[in-house]
């Protein structure tokens, strides 16, 4: 068997005149592309949220503008149907304050939400259109006999 092992060479590994310079570049290069992918991320969550948001705000402001128009719905609650929209949707935001503003013309949303030292606000308006005034305003003139009138 010794003759054997003399005659069978062990070699070590070609190297290539490397000797751990991979490692140190590799020790360089992996926690930048980490962080970037990190940063990549946080970004999409970041805009995900911020769509959520804007997307409550507009579907509560034209809903509360509807009511209005109606007004014989009254007592629906805006900020709990813009939290139930909300609900469990956001990723990194936490949802802070809801504001909503009635006037004759328009209701106007503006939302808050932040996690740290990030914060995002947005403001949705819907005007309150009252379009079967307008009609019956129309119709009423060309009943008088005011069959040319336009608008």
């Not at 109606?70 to 805006?78: I, N």
């Not at 149907?81 to 006037?103: A, C, M, P, Q």
């Not at 740290?116 to 307008?134: L, N, P």
Request: avoid cysteine; proline fraction near 1%; glycine fraction near 8%.
């Amino acid at each position: 068997m010794n003759e054997k092992m003399r005659r069978i060479r062990i070699k070590a590994p070609a190297t290539n005149g490397l000797r751990g310079s991979v490692t140190v570049e590799m020790a360089y290069i992996l926690p930048t592309v980490i962080m970037i992918f990190l940063l990549i991320v946080y970004t999409v969550f970041y805009y995900h949220d911020k769509n959520i948001l804007n997307a409550a705000a507009g579907e509560t402001a034209v809903l509360g503008a509807q009511l209005e128009r109606q007004r014989g719905k009254e007592g629906t609650d805006l900020q709990n149907f813009y939290r139930e929209r909300t609900d469990g949707k956001l990723i990194l935001l936490h949802l802070t304050g809801v504001n909503i503003t009635k006037s004759k013309k328009q209701v106007e949303i503006q939302a808050y939400a932040q996690k740290g030292r990030m914060r995002v606000s947005v403001v949705q308006r819907a005007v309150i259109t009252k379009a079967e005034e307008k009609i019956r305003l129309k119709r009423k003139l060309e009943a008088l006999g005011g069959k040319g009138v336009d608008k």
